[in-house]
């Protein structure tokens, strides 16, 4: 098993533009090159995609409020005779 995590400090717009550019890399049909700090993953992600989305909020005296979302997908990968059709 092979992980790649990137983690940045962003503004919304250019956290949006991240999600905008998976998002188009895994639609349609085909490879998904997805792009993770200085390193690009190729999947083969099949036509069917468990989606999760969970979000937490929580408040501390000592840290104060914070709010998180966390996305999560995942998938067997499709194929080679999978892409063709």
């Known amino acids: ?5 990137s983690a ?3 503004t919304r717009d ?3 533009e991240r999600l905008r550019a998976v998002a188009d890399q895994l639609e349609g049909d085909g490879p998904a ?5 200085n390193k690009t993953v190729e999947l083969r992600p ?3 995609v468990a989606y999760e989305i969970g979000v937490r909020e ?3 005296i000592l840290r104060g409020s914070r709010e998180t979302i966390t996305i999560k997908m995942d998938w067997k990968p499709a194929s080679a005779s999978d892409e063709d059709e």
């Open 1 to 5: 098993m092979e992980k790649t995590i």
């Open 14 to 16: 250019e956290a949006a």
């Open 46 to 48: 099949s036509s069917s």
């Open 33 to 37: 090159s997805i792009r993770t700090g």
């Open 8 to 10: 940045d400090e962003l």
């Open 58 to 60: 929580r408040s501390s």
